[in-house]
């Protein structure tokens, strides 16, 4: 009889003791976060509506190839974001594909101090077909700041030489505690401020939402707003366990109650990448993409279109 209480016992603990719950809900929607204002509750109904902002998705020239019906899908997009090293080709297939389907350019290029890439893309700016965003070097705070602001300066005054009608983002990773203001190239060099908002999870988010209500109130007043990276990562690796319903629901709140209630925001990027296998550091191996995932697809679809 023993035995058989301890195999029970064991049986249970296995198959149910060891499972965690997953909440319902992100934490994020706690009564307590969700009712503290980002502009004064008298304010709301009038933010709301002076507020309002355009969408975009991260979508390079490959991406069009292989998803052909996405652009029928986030059809009210006004934004197409590409990211590059300076060094490659200059892309003229995605501008060309984005004036095409009548979507701006969204172009971000990774950090270098290389002059002479700088100059050698710059001179191919001039031949672009329509106006492109340059997102120039986003800011993570791994680099010297005073060489940093240098190099942000010359690649600013470079492309305005050869491009002068592009606009100019400098971007920094706004869920950090640190605001990155000793890496900022100044106002004249800025067109508008990029806040990067890659969430790792959606649940437990609390401080990292506190984090960009901080980053926004620094650079708000200083020039226009776009959110040049926002997603939420899906899968939590350590439990190998999807979040596809957090993921919605957070997705949900970031778009339509955190973003038209704050001042100053252009735009919101959705991140559509796969981070999983990518060599760039800065950003963590997530994958954010919505391609595959029928649930976040369709999500963000109503949301934008």
């Known amino acids: 009889m023993k035995k058989i209480f301890i195999l029970i016992f064991t049986f249970t603990f296995i198959f149910c003791g060891c499972a965690e719950k997953v909440p319902e809900e992100p934490a994020i929607f706690t009564e307590a976060v969700k009712n503290e204002p ?8 009038t933010k709301t509506k002076e507020s309002d902002f355009c969408y975009g998705i991260t979508y390079s020239y490959e991406d069009m190839d292989k998803y052909s019906n996405m652009e029928s899908v986030f059809l009210n997009s006004k934004f197409f974001a590409d990211i590059m090293d300076i060094s490659s080709e200059f892309p003229s297939k995605f501008v060309i594909k984005c004036y095409i389907e009548k979507k701006t350019p969204i172009i971000s290029l990774n950090y270098t101090s290389n002059t002479a890439d700088m100059i050698k893309f710059s001179k191919n700016c001039l031949n672009a077909s ?16 005073n060489e940093y602001k240098k190099n942000f300066k010359n690649m600013y005054s470079l492309i305005k030489k050869y491009a002068p009608d592009s606009k100019i983002i400098w971007s920094v990773n706004a869920l950090s ?83 038209p209630y704050i001042p100053n925001i252009s735009a919101v990027i959705y991140y559509n990448q796969n981070n999983s296998k990518s060599q760039n550091t800065n ?15 369709n999500t963000l679809s109503d949301i934008i279109s």
Do not use: R, W
């Open 38 to 45: 980002i502009v004064d509750i008298h304010e709301k109904e």
């Open 130 to 145: 329509t106006q492109v965003y340059y997102d120039i070097f986003p800011c993570y705070g791994n680099e010297d700041k």
């Open 177 to 259: 505690n640190n605001s990155l203001e000793d890496f900022f190239p100044g106002e004249n060099y800025v067109d508008y401020i990029g806040l990067m908002c890659l969430f790792e999870s959606p649940y437990d988010n609390i401080e990292e939402i506190s984090n960009f209500k901080s980053c926004h109130q620094t650079y708000s007043d200083i020039k226009p707003i776009i959110i040049t990276k926002f997603a939420v990562n899906y899968f939590d690796k350590n439990k190998h366990t999807y979040m596809i319903d957090g993921a919605e629901k957070f997705i949900e709140y970031f778009y339509k109650e955190l973003c």
């Open 283 to 297: 950003i963590k191996p997530y994958d954010y993409s919505v391609n595959s995932i029928l649930e976040l697809k």
